[in-house]
């Protein structure tokens, strides 16, 4: 009867070991569940705020190229290049109608441009900011026949709806333009550098 009593015991005391172990397994994996659940949501507001983010800085781009295609042609001083063909305008922020730029925000954006001329004729342009100018370019040729070109680079700030663009200088007139396939082109490209 001992020995029957003895194995009663033994078994018994196994099922509450296994309920037991059942039980802390249960906790452990409803435990688990419920950090893997926390995890997936929060790795979703991760991927969400990483696709919010990537599209904010698409949409923010501001920068613009464009050229006079195939022309030849005179402005008077003091008169606005306007680059007609727009090769690339991220925030289609500069006007290839007028040829003006309009800054979408404070910050401090960088401008070049190139002008090309040919014979024994000039020209001269400046980068005008609202109004005031920062700098210059230009060239006057000396022989007949040969085609030449002059480019600057300059930065600057620029408050949100401030207007850039280049025009001839006060400097003498007529200035010369001549942007042809197969020889220097005239041009103009800015960009949003840093952000205020």
Not at 22 to 33: A, K, R
Not at 46 to 56: F, H, M, V, Y
Request: aromatic share 10%; with cysteine; proline share 2%.
């Amino acid at each position: 009867m001992n020995v029957i009593v003895f194995i009663f015991f033994l078994f018994s005391g196994c099922d509450v070991y296994t309920k037991s172990i059942q039980n802390v397994t249960e906790v452990t994996n409803e435990f688990l569940q419920n950090r893997l659940d926390k995890m997936e949501a929060s790795l979703g507001v991760l991927e969400s705020t990483i696709k919010n983010i990537s599209a904010d800085k698409k949409d923010d781009a501001v920068m613009f190229f464009a050229i006079i295609k195939s022309r030849a042609f005179t402005l008077d001083k003091d008169s606005t290049v306007v680059f007609d063909t727009v090769v690339l305008n991220e925030g289609s922020h500069y006007n290839n109608y007028d040829g003006v730029f309009v800054a979408p925000r404070n910050g401090i954006y960088m401008f070049s441009w190139t002008v090309s001329s040919m014979n024994a004729n000039r020209v001269i342009t400046e980068l005008v900011v609202d109004d005031e100018v920062i700098t210059s370019t230009g060239e006057k040729g000396a022989d007949s026949g040969n085609h030449m070109s002059a480019s600057m680079t300059a930065m600057c700030k620029i408050k949100k709806d401030g207007h850039a663009w280049i025009r001839t200088t006060g400097y003498s007139g007529p200035h010369y333009f001549n942007s042809q396939n197969d020889h220097p082109r005239t041009s103009f490209l800015g960009l949003l550098v840093r952000a205020e």
